[in-house]
């Protein structure tokens, strides 16, 4: 079992779309990072919340924290092409990160 | 170029083998830490170490050991390598009082 759920696990979408990644748990966090992987890559860092309630936005990209710190959201809006690759979120436990499964987001043209 | 080094790329290894993963960062990061990636699982924490000289475990280290005898390496290492450690495998680092993690690009390890 995670712990932190990521949904949904695979998206294919239109570019032009807009879509929302989930990250839900059970426990608090006292952060909540994003992270976007290419293949052969690893994980680049998106964003950062550390607030309840707190939401960032990154250009198209809008990123919630859960009031509770337990949870967090990424829309992205009009998708591009460019978007495509596997988003994960990742909680902060002292000073280590625990990470989700990832949702895998495929765009097409 | 400043960042995270790792190498093999990739690799093929029979089962019983002894192999080491190397990993070194030139950002002066205090905190290093190994991470293995299967599909359907994301990104699990197998060792880290705070500072160097010291190490931990994290959430799935059976079958692997790390040392940090400085500041810019961490090398990972399988003793005896099993078909169930195939896997990619990142290092990553972070800096005192930073949130942000830098990663390498990965291992490629394949156990036969």
């Known amino acids: 079992t995670q712990l932190l759920e990521q949904s949904p696990q695979f998206l294919s979408i239109q570019e032009g779309e807009n879509l929302t990644v989930y990250c839900n748990s059970s426990?608090?966090?006292?952060?909540l990072q994003w992270y976007r992987q290419e293949p052969g890559e690893g994980p680049v860092l998106l964003v950062t919340v550390v607030t309840g309630g707190e939401v960032k936005k990154l250009k198209r990209l809008t990123f919630q924290f859960g009031d509770a710190r337990k949870d967090s959201s990424l829309h992205i809006t009009a998708a591009q092409t460019g978007d495509t690759g596997l988003y994960l979120c990742?909680?902060?436990?002292?000073?280590?990160?625990?990470f989700g499964a990832g949702t895998i987001l495929r765009v097409k043209s | 170029i400043a960042g995270i080094t790792q190498a093999p790329t990739s690799q093929i290894l029979a089962a019983g083998r002894r192999m080491t993963l190397r990993c070194t960062q030139d950002m002066r990061h205090n905190a290093m830490y190994w991470y293995r990636q299967d599909l359907g699982l994301g990104l699990r924490l197998i060792h880290y170490s705070n500072t160097a000289g010291t190490t931990g475990k994290g959430e799935v280290p059976d079958g692997y050991s790390v040392s940090r005898a400085n500041t810019d390496d961490f090398p990972l290492t399988l003793a005896s390598a099993v078909p169930s450690q195939t896997s990619v495998y990142f290092c990553?680092?972070?800096?005192?009082?930073?949130?942000?993690?830098?990663f390498g690009s990965g291992t490629q390890l394949s156990v036969l």
């Open positions: 990742a909680g902060g436990r002292g000073n280590k990160l625990v």
């Open positions: 990553a680092s972070r800096g005192r009082g930073d949130e942000k993690l830098f």
């Open positions: 426990s608090v966090f006292s952060s």
